[in-house]
Each structure stands twice: as C-alpha cells, then as structure tokens.
C-alpha cells in the first residue's frame, strides 16, 4: 500500500544513536541502528516511498523532573529545552517532504552541532 499511496515512513531514532552514551550502549546501538535502517530502506524503496527518521534531544515534556529540564538546559547552545510540538512539526515535515528520503532530522536545539 505505501508503494502504491506514494507514501512516507518516519522512523524514530534519537541522539543517543548520534552521540554515543556510554551508560545505555544498548540503547545508543539500537538509535544507531534505526539511523542505518532509514538508510538502507530509503533506497531499498525508491522511488514510491520515502523513508526518513527524527532524533530528538534535549526535549522536556509536562511532569519531567525539573533537574532534568536544567541539566538539558545546559546542553543545548539555544539555552532552552525543546517540547513535543517540536517534534510533532519535524515528524509532519518530514511525512511531506516530497524530496526528503534517508535523512535523519536532528531537533536537539544545537545538542549535537
């Protein structure tokens, strides 16, 4: 049906797949992977689907214990968190983009720049 709709996959990895942490090596492997999988499945298939992946970082969601939002804070070079609806928004871009496929959006606020 994707191929058929012209359609979009939007996976998820995230920036411990960029960066690497040391305390979660599974989990930074597993994102790492998931950037390689958008890779692979982009051109695997093209040209009827698009596949592209987001990595958030450095964002905060309501009930978050505040240490958190500070240490996150200090990462980032914008000086501020992101919130899901900046997630969100990268998620609807990257479904619309028309000549988007095997990229991996970073919103991190700078994190990782």
Same mark, same amino acid.
């Given at each position: +049906?994707?191929?058929?709709?012209?359609?979009?996959?939007?996976? #998820?990895? @995230?920036?411990?797949?960029?960066?690497?942490?040391?305390?979660?090596?599974?989990?930074?492997?597993?994102?790492?992977? +998931?950037? +390689?999988?958008?890779?692979?499945?982009?051109?695997?298939?093209?040209?009827?689907?698009?596949?592209?992946?987001?990595?958030?970082?450095?964002?905060?969601?309501?009930? @978050?214990?505040?240490?958190?939002?500070?240490? #996150?804070?200090?990462?980032?070079?914008?000086?501020?968190?992101?919130?899901?609806?900046?997630?969100?928004?990268?998620?609807?871009?990257?479904?619309?983009?028309? #000549? +988007?496929?095997?990229?991996?959006?970073?919103? @991190?606020?700078?994190?990782?720049?």
């Amino acid at each position: +049906m994707l191929r058929r709709s012209k359609g979009s996959i939007v996976n #998820f990895a @995230d920036t411990g797949g960029l960066l690497g942490w040391p305390g979660y090596v599974s989990h930074s492997v597993s994102k790492a992977g +998931m950037v +390689m999988l958008t890779k692979c499945l982009a051109k695997a298939l093209a040209p009827d689907v698009r596949v592209n992946a987001i990595a958030p970082g450095t964002i905060t969601m309501a009930g @978050d214990p505040p240490e958190w939002e500070a240490e #996150f804070v200090k990462l980032s070079p914008l000086r501020k968190t992101g919130q899901p609806s900046d997630v969100a928004d990268a998620v609807i871009y990257l479904a619309t983009a028309e #000549f +988007m496929t095997g990229h991996t959006l970073v919103v @991190d606020g700078g994190r990782t720049a």
